[in-house]
């Protein structure tokens, strides 16, 4: 198991540096909507919100698979799967996000439904820029709170070796 561990803590660092390309995407489409008033501009903002959120999904389905054992398998998992990132298993592994991240990635995740099940032209362009906003100034935190969480993989990894 400690060689996928390894492998996850590995895919963390590199698909947060993807997100945070992907974030300075959705700013640079957000700050164009504003300068030409072409709400055009925000769907590309919003598809890039929808990308984020679901690179973090992405890592946190590798998490339950390689850490957990297994993803939540009913219709509600994708909000089952972030509940169980705020919450620590004991003896196998602490929290991979704080509450306070949950909410917001919440907020994404709900957001992400939404991209995926309206036109774009039904979004409203104040509320993309707001959650562009809150996403924008958490980044930090989740960062630090997925690195974490790969310092803690790589630890479990070089403890399965000793």
């Known amino acids: 198991m400690n060689k996928a561990l390894i492998e996850l803590a590995e895919r963390i660092r590199s698909e947060l540096k993807d997100m945070h390309k992907v974030l300075q995407r959705a700013e640079e489409e957000s700050n164009r909507s504003r300068i030409s008033s072409d709400d055009m501009y925000m769907d590309g903002a919003a598809l890039n919100l929808h990308g984020f959120y679901s690179g973090l999904e992405r890592l946190f ?54 991209i995926r099940n309206v036109y774009t032209f039904n979004l409203i362009p104040v509320k993309v820029e707001d959650l562009l906003d809150k996403t924008t100034s958490a980044y930090e935190q989740i960062c630090n709170e997925m690195l974490t969480f790969a310092k803690f993989l790589d630890q479990k990894a070089r403890e399965e070796l000793e």
């Open 61 to 114: 389905e590798l998490t339950a698979n390689v850490v957990d054992g297994s993803k939540p398998q009913s219709s509600e998992w994708h909000r089952e799967l972030l509940d169980r990132m705020a919450r620590e298993i004991s003896g196998i592994r602490p929290a991979v996000i704080s509450t306070e991240t949950l909410d917001l990635l919440d907020e994404l995740r709900r957001f992400r439904h939404l």
